[in-house]
């Protein structure tokens, strides 16, 4: 469980902000209230699924939203995607295997394998790794911004 002062500050200024109660915004975001307590007091970073809803509901990107920029800016995509269209795109477009970024990503492509044929979702570090592979935000290789 990753833990981040600057995303606990970024969803405090994000909610302090916002017009809707503090405890009505789990429900309004749709994540539980654990999750968004353990973000909220303690910095918490929870699994990218509910990062993306987070980020969905403030209308930001994920590296804003997690305290790795001060620049707000975001544009949400006008088609949105899902990841694993974005990664079978990615590969395709660099003429690239699944087997070659797992072996250049150093993970094994096992993962690459449940996420596209049992609709997994990467951890958010494997995300990071293939942003940082693909030279893409991480908002785009979720496919919310065409960034």
């Not at 994920?62 to 975001?74: E, M």
């Not at 990615?90 to 394998?113: G, M, P």
């Not at 990071?128 to 908002?139: A, G, R």
Request: a neutral charge; charged letters at 25%; one cysteine or more.
């Amino acid at each position: 469980m990753a833990v981040s002062s600057d995303f606990q500050n970024r969803i405090i200024d994000l909610v302090s902000e916002s017009d809707i109660k503090k405890s009505a915004l789990p429900q309004a975001i749709g994540i539980d209230y654990r999750s968004f307590s353990n973000a909220y007091n303690y910095g918490i970073i929870p699994k990218p699924r509910i990062l993306i809803r987070i980020a969905d509901y403030f209308n930001v990107s994920l590296k804003y939203l997690l305290g790795k920029t001060n620049d707000d800016y975001f544009l949400k995509s006008s088609d949105p995607s899902d990841f694993k269209t974005r990664f079978v795109t990615l590969c395709h477009k660099c003429n690239i295997s699944h087997y070659t970024v797992s072996k250049e990503c150093h993970f094994d492509r096992s993962y690459i394998t449940k996420w596209l044929n049992y609709g997994l979702f990467p951890s958010l570090e494997l995300l990071e790794i293939l942003s940082d592979y693909f030279n893409v935000s991480l908002d785009f290789l979720v496919g919310r911004s065409d960034d």
